[in-house]
Each structure stands twice: as C-alpha cells, then as structure tokens.
C-alpha cells in the first residue's frame, strides 16, 4: 500500500513538473494568443545595436551603441474585406512609420491608401527584423526612400506578384510641387524547380521630387529622377542566394547641368548551419559616374534566433573603396519581436 501511494505522489508531482514546463515554454504562445488576433494585431520591435570600427573613426557610427528602434505596430481586418494599420517608431526619435487603410477584394487585388512602405526593392521590402544584416545595402540607401505617402494596389495572381503605386515622392510630407512619383514592381517565384523557391523580379520607379533627398543618404534633388531595377532570391534546403542591381538617374543639386548616375549591386550567401542559426556573405559594389568613384564592401554575419520572438545579428564588415583606405568594423542587433 505504502509503495502505490509513493508511487502516486510521485506520478502527481512528475506530472505537476511536466504541466509547469509546457506552461513555461509556452509564454510566446500565451502571448501571441492575446496580441494576435485577425481584427486586432499589436505587434512591438525593440532593437538594441552595437558598432566598433577596428580604427579609432567614424566608420559606420564609430565605436557607440544605440537603441536603434522601438516600434509600434497596430493592424487588423474589418467586415467587408477592409483593412488598417498604424506603425509608430519612438526610436532614436518619435516619429511615424505607416498610417493607412485599404480594402481587398481578393488575393489578386487589394488597395491601400495613406502614409506606407513602397514594396520595390528586394533589399527594402523586409521589415528591420527580418532583415539578414545589421544594415541595408547601401545602393539601396542611395535611391529607395523607405517610407511614401500615396496609394498602392498589389496583388497575387498565381505565381506571378505585382504592385503598383502613386506617391507625393517626398517621404511622408504633403506634396510640394504638385507631381507625383510612380512605383513598380512586377516578380514571379517558381516553386517546382528545385526544393523551396526561386523567385525573380524587376522594380522601377519615376517622378520629378524636386527638394527631396534621394534614398535615406543619396543626394538632394532638382527635379527627376528614373530608378530601375532587378533582383533574384532563391532558398532550397538551408541554402539562400539574393541580388540585386539598381540604376538610378538623377537631377540633382550638385549638377545642375547634368544628370549623376548611381549604380550598383550585391550578392549575398547564406547557408543554415543549426536549426536556428545561418550563416551569411555578402559583396556589394557601388559607384556614381559623373563623381567617378567605386566602393565596395564586404560582410560576414552570424544570425541567431533564440526563441520564435529573440534574436542576435553579428556582422564583420570591410569598405574597400577605389580612392582612400580600406575601413573595417564589426556591428550587432540584438532584437525582441512579437
């Protein structure tokens, strides 16, 4: 009698355990069940970032760290196939990211309206979170603006993806000159070539955006500018390969006379080497014509996902440009999500 009832307690307090632990590893579902609903989605980014330039300068940011964001988002679908979303971002300063609403009719056709990200370029379209490096590449920066103010229509038919839109073409501020600026993007994924996807696209845009500065650190502009694009991303069995080239032809303000040309492109490389972490290269090379200059870089990174919501980005990076000295430096992200 004495050995079924240790044996009973023993059985209630290694199932009490067991109950314990599932309760436990199940917070991020706990807390996805609350947050996570198809009317109501709040979703929060918290970024915490380090940079150490291997020289005593002020490559990439220097030696420093910094919140990079904290961010707000707040989306949901209503009746009648209606949708909205606000995105606020408190760091490093306040400021909003993504105000709109829209309708979709179906997966080949929906409709935004209002202050958004524009879904050009590869390199751009995930969100900082999902992002395989501490930084974009910088030909992106140099010609894609993330945020725009407009309307938009994207959609799926098949294989085959596009989006479409009209903007004031000067970041998230009214329009300034009465003109707009048009975004494209046109990308088809194949599925059945090898294991995972292939998938290939072309972007391009086009607009006068005089006063506005071109990219989040191109140059300021005078008038027109005309930005074409295409790109490759394939993933297959652990294995990831992207990239892109852009081109883009500028009035601007330096060159009232002509126009400056900056081009450029990246590869990247990745390959999972545990479950939850991946390993990346990346090359990029870019260059203004009329100024004559090449740079290039180089960067290795380690990307760790911890949990589904916590995760840690480390890169090594070498700038090589064609004129001055070489420049090298590390950098990480460490990042929550949900």
């Known amino acids: 009698m004495k050995k079924i009832l ?8 290694l199932f009490s355990l067991t109950v314990i632990a599932q309760e436990k590893s199940s917070l991020d579902e706990q807390l996805k ?13 918290l970024q915490s970032e380090g940079r150490f330039s291997f020289e005593d300068d002020d ?23 209606f949708f909205y979303r ?3 971002d408190a760091a490093p300063q306040p400021g909003l990211l993504d105000a709109y609403a829209g309708y979709k009719a179906n997966d080949g056709f929906s409709l935004a ?18 992002h395989n490096f501490v930084d974009r590449a910088t030909m992106t920066g140099l010609l894609v603006g993330s945020r725009e103010i407009g309307v938009s229509a994207t959609g799926d038919i098949g294989n085959l993806y596009y989006y479409a839109g009209l903007f004031n073409g000067n970041r998230l501020n009214s329009n300034n000159n009465n ?3 048009g975004i494209g993007r046109l990308q088809y994924t194949i599925h059945d070539l090898l294991p995972g996807y292939v998938q290939l696209a072309v972007s391009g845009s086009h607009g006068n955006s005089e006063g506005t500065r071109s990219g989040s650190r191109g140059p300021w502009l005078r008038g027109n500018r005309t930005i074409v694009g295409t790109d490759v991303e394939i993933e ?23 126009n400056e040309i900056i081009s450029g492109y990246y590869l990247t490389g990745g390959y999972q080497i545990m479950r939850n972490t991946m390993l990346f290269c990346r090359w990029q090379s870019w260059s203004y014509k009329e100024q004559d200059t090449m740079e290039r870089k180089v960067t290795l ?8 919501y916590v995760g840690l980005v480390l890169n090594v990076d070498a700038y090589m440009p064609d004129e001055g000295d070489n420049r090298h430096g590390a950098s990480f992200i460490f990042q929550v999500l949900f």
């Open 33 to 45: 069940s609350y947050l996570h609903q198809d009317f109501f989605k709040l979703n929060i980014l």
């Open 59 to 81: 490559f990439q940011g220097g030696r420093t760290f910094s919140a990079a964001n904290a961010r707000v988002s707040l989306r949901g679908n209503l009746d009648g196939g």
């Open 6 to 13: 240790l044996i009973t307690i023993l059985a209630i307090c």
């Open 301 to 308: 990174g380690i990307n760790i996902d911890f949990t589904d």
């Open 86 to 88: 606000i995105y606020i």
């Open 113 to 130: 309206v209002g202050a958004m990200k524009p879904r050009q370029t590869l390199d751009y379209i995930p969100n900082p979170a999902e």
């Open 179 to 181: 003109k707009f600026y």
């Open 236 to 258: 297959s069995n652990g294995f990831y390969f992207a990239a892109e080239y852009l081109r883009g032809e500028l009035e601007t303000v330096d060159l009232p006379e002509i």
